[in-house]
């Protein structure tokens, strides 16, 4: 298993220094999600030559290894010029991850097309079921590249995706049918997921590759009154926390006895954005933490 920290609350770093940060917090394995200077968001990748061979002579240096990277684009848009812009992105970001020998890329199903494109469109030109359709034709011309380049796509459910919930996840990342497609499984996502955690992680233990770990809250608890807001009945309103473990109500005991049970031994990362203020304590704590419970629990 690689345990890995999301350094987002230090992306003000560079590079370098961000490698040296991670390595001085305990870990040794980065997560890099989206950042200017790398794999931005939406946009070509701005990962040039030279920064490769600084980010990759940091890594040498501080004994550090690069367990994902995190493209974000909008592979899912209904709006097929959007889609095709996503299209040249991902395949620039997969020739980035090969140079960089990072054999797991992550991302989210998506939320279909921009918010600038949607609005005034009318109902039906963002629907799921375009967005899917979408999804399923970038599907066409990624997964062949995947294979191609001996990488491993994770991909997640996220609140306000055209798929939130586990299940249905699930059944398209198996309906797929890539060895090089798999699922990823964000703890402070599990309250919009479904209502079974252990069921979910056992269900989903044969094709899941990758886990994030941060606390978050129940927001169905109280008669669904854990969070208010205004107006009432704003049901489009996804709200969750990325906190300490600790810090919500995610039952970790089961959470990582169950991960355990079921084998897991991909990519387990600390994805908290929660405390910028006090980050080098956060990540040093949900190190040694996921530790804890990975040796409370081990098989």
């Known amino acids: 298993m690689k345990i890995a920290l999301d350094p987002y609350m230090h ?24 950042r200017a200077d790398f794999l931005d968001w939406w946009v070509m990748p701005r990962a040039h030559a030279g920064r490769i061979a600084e980010f990759k002579r940091a890594l040498r240096e501080h004994g550090v290894g690069l367990a994902t990277l995190q493209p974000m684009y909008r592979w899912a848009s209904p709006f097929e010029d959007e889609r095709q812009w996503a299209m040249k992105c991902w395949k620039k970001a997969i020739e980035v991850a090969v140079e960089m020998g990072c054999q797991l890329m992550i991302s989210e199903f998506g ?13 039906g030109a963002n629907t799921r079921e375009m967005c ?5 034709r970038s599907m066409e ?3 062949p590249i995947f294979e191609r380049e001996g990488i491993t796509l994770s991909v997640e459910p996220h609140p306000e995706d055209w798929v939130e919930t586990l299940a249905p996840a699930l059944d398209i ?3 797929l049918g890539s060895d090089n497609v798999k699922l990823s499984y964000i703890a402070p996502h599990t309250f919009y997921y479904g209502d079974d955690m252990a069921a979910m992680l056992r269900e989903a233990a044969p094709v899941l590759a990758h886990v994030r770990v941060a606390d978050t809250f129940n927001h169905k608890a109280s008669s669904q009154l854990r969070y208010i807001v205004n107006p009432p009945g704003s049901s489009h309103i996804r709200v969750h926390q990325h906190l300490d473990i600790g810090q919500g109500e995610i039952d ?14 991909g990519v387990l990362s600390s994805c908290v954005f929660a405390w910028e203020e006090r980050a080098d304590e956060s990540s040093r704590f949900m190190r040694q933490e996921i530790q804890r419970y990975l040796t409370k629990y081990q098989r």
């Not at 939320?111 to 109902?123: F, I, M």
């Not at 899917?132 to 399923?136: I, L, N, Q, T, Y």
């Open 173 to 175: 990342v198996r309906v």
């Open 11 to 34: 992306r003000h770093l560079s590079l370098p220094a961000l490698v040296q940060k991670t390595a001085e917090l305990g870990y040794d394995q980065i997560e890099l999600s989206p």
């Open 132 to 136: 899917e359709a979408a999804w399923w």
């Open 252 to 265: 970790w005991d089961l959470f990582f006895a169950t991960l355990a049970d079921s084998g897991f031994d």
């Open 111 to 123: 939320r279909g097309a921009s918010p600038e494109r949607s609005v005034g469109q009318g109902a």
């Open 141 to 143: 011309e990624l997964v």
